[in-house]
């Protein structure tokens, strides 16, 4: 017994002693749990908080201003984004400027002063069912609780006129998925996710593998020059993960009756550049690291950051405090969940699309040179 008991202490002390003695093991025992405690406490939750909402006011009456006074008085409510017509409004929503937009028509107050109900109408993107509940119940209990004759300004004009004031009614459109299936939502930004954690595992692990071996010290030896080092391990990962995206897809059309409004060229083709700045990050990630392990470590580092930066499982603006949203334009996650939903659920142009796709360019451009730069140096 004491004998057994001496081996699995000598084991666990080897393997202690392999773990601890590389520095870079030692950083990610500590540093990445911290750094995802601080993302997740502030990210992760499912209060809409900070919300931009846009505003189409056709009535401003001293009762349609003290009623978006109220809704910007809210402390869910950051910024209010007034526009002039309704082509605005579409445009605002469709470059998810806005989350929600609220449209008061011009008979507004008239109804409300003589007793009737006075409809306004609220449009939330259905691309972010969760959101666009909750920022509709917001939206509602402000209207519910609303009345104008309770302010200094609008008591006597009420009272005077002799006549009761009515209430607010809210019309909810949700647009883009207009029942809220929820599985839309998941399964279109399924499609980036997925496709990135495989990409990013087999770009990683690629030269992390070699360099274990001692494999990679031959590779640099080769003919083969650093770039073309590069583009013979980017490709592979890439293009699992276009078969990868395919398949969900698919799946998602005829499994889940997932509809899909935009051009699917434009999706893949956006799936590509994705896939480019994903597999810079993994190979940047395979860099820096000397073993499989460490590559792994890696991996999960960035993966649940990344998620949680998306906007996948709260709205970016939801995030505090705002450097870490500034921090959201490294993610190119974030760009192409707004790419996919766009593309899959309503059709957004390819303006839109390019703007989403100019930040992936350039962060696949800035990964591409690190991991270029880095085989340089091991040749030199």
Same mark, same amino acid.
């Given at each position: 017994?004491?004998?057994?008991?001496?081996?699995?202490?000598?084991?666990?002390?080897?393997?202690?002693?392999?773990?601890?003695?590389?520095?870079?093991?030692?950083?990610?025992?500590?540093?990445?749990?911290?750094?995802?405690?601080?993302?997740?406490?502030?990210?992760?939750?499912?209060?809409?908080?900070?919300?931009?909402?846009?505003?189409?006011?056709?009535?401003?009456?001293?009762?349609?201003?003290?009623?978006?006074?109220?809704?910007?008085?809210?402390?869910?409510?950051?910024?209010?984004?007034?526009?002039?017509?309704?082509?605005?409004?579409?445009?605002?929503?469709?470059?998810?400027?806005?989350?929600?937009?609220?449209?008061?028509?011009?008979?507004?107050?008239?109804?409300?002063?003589?007793?009737?109900?006075?409809?306004?109408?609220?449009?939330?993107?259905?691309?972010?069912?969760?959101?666009?509940?909750?920022?509709?119940?917001?939206?509602?209990?402000?209207?519910?609780?609303?009345?104008?004759?309770?302010?200094?300004?609008?008591?006597?004009?009420?009272?005077?006129?002799?006549?009761?004031?009515?209430?607010?009614?809210?019309?909810?459109?949700?647009?883009?998925?207009?029942?809220?299936?929820?599985?839309?939502?998941?399964?279109?930004?399924?499609?980036?996710?997925?496709?990135?954690?495989?990409?990013?595992?087999?770009?990683?692990?690629?030269?992390?593998?070699?360099?274990?071996?001692?494999?990679?010290?031959?590779?640099?030896?080769?003919?083969?020059?650093?770039?073309?080092?590069?583009?013979?391990?980017? #490709?592979?990962?890439?293009? @699992?993960?276009?078969?990868?995206? !395919?398949? /969900? +897809?698919?799946?998602?059309?005829?499994?889940? *009756?997932?509809?899909?409004?935009?051009?699917?060229?434009?999706?893949?083709?956006?799936?590509?550049?994705?896939?480019?700045?994903?597999?810079?990050?993994?190979?940047?990630?395979?860099?820096?690291?000397?073993?499989?392990?460490? #590559?792994?470590?890696?991996? @999960?580092?960035?993966?649940?950051? !990344?998620? /949680? +930066?998306?906007?996948?499982?709260?709205?970016? *603006?939801?995030?505090?405090?705002?450097?870490?949203?500034?921090?959201?334009?490294?993610?190119?996650?974030?760009?192409?969940?707004?790419?996919?939903?766009?593309?899959?659920?309503?059709?957004?142009?390819?303006?839109?699309?390019?703007?989403?796709?100019?930040?992936?360019?350039?962060?696949?451009?800035?990964?591409?040179?690190?991991?270029?730069?880095?085989?340089?140096?091991?040749?030199?």
């Amino acid at each position: 017994m004491k004998q057994a008991f001496n081996r699995l202490l000598a084991l666990i002390i080897k393997e202690f002693h392999s773990v601890w003695r590389d520095p870079k093991s030692r950083s990610l025992l500590f540093l990445p749990p911290i750094i995802q405690l601080f993302l997740f406490s502030h990210a992760a939750t499912l209060d809409i908080e900070n919300i931009t909402l846009g505003v189409l006011n056709e009535d401003s009456t001293p009762v349609s201003r003290e009623f978006l006074n109220r809704v910007s008085a809210s402390r869910y409510f950051k910024k209010i984004i007034y526009v002039k017509n309704l082509k605005e409004l579409k445009n605002v929503l469709d470059t998810e400027q806005v989350r929600g937009a609220l449209y008061i028509k011009n008979d507004f107050s008239k109804k409300y002063i003589n007793g009737q109900s006075a409809e306004a109408e609220v449009i939330l993107d259905g691309r972010h069912t969760n959101g666009s509940q909750i920022i509709g119940n917001y939206l509602g209990e402000i209207a519910g609780g609303f009345d104008y004759g309770s302010t200094p300004g609008g008591k006597g004009s009420i009272r005077k006129s002799g006549v009761s004031s009515g209430g607010i009614s809210l019309k909810v459109r949700n647009w883009y998925n207009p029942n809220l299936y929820y599985h839309w939502f998941i399964i279109s930004s399924l499609v980036g996710i997925l496709s990135m954690s495989m990409v990013l595992l087999l770009a990683s692990l690629s030269l992390a593998k070699e360099k274990e071996t001692g494999t990679f010290d031959e590779l640099l030896v080769s003919p083969l020059k650093p770039h073309e080092i590069l583009a013979g391990k980017l #490709a592979i990962p890439l293009f @699992f993960g276009l078969i990868d995206g !395919a398949l /969900i +897809l698919l799946a998602a059309k005829f499994v889940f *009756e997932l509809p899909i409004e935009g051009n699917i060229f434009l999706y893949f083709f956006s799936l590509f550049c994705f896939l480019m700045s994903v597999v810079g990050v993994g190979l940047f990630i395979s860099s820096l690291t000397k073993t499989q392990q460490q #590559a792994m470590l890696g991996v @999960f580092v960035f993966m649940f950051p !990344a998620m /949680i +930066l998306s906007g996948y499982s709260a709205p970016v *603006e939801n995030i505090t405090p705002e450097f870490l949203q500034n921090l959201t334009i490294l993610n190119p996650l974030r760009f192409f969940l707004v790419i996919s939903k766009g593309i899959i659920l309503k059709n957004i142009n390819f303006c839109i699309v390019m703007l989403n796709l100019i930040p992936i360019i350039l962060i696949t451009i800035f990964t591409l040179s690190i991991a270029n730069f880095s085989f340089k140096n091991k040749l030199g």
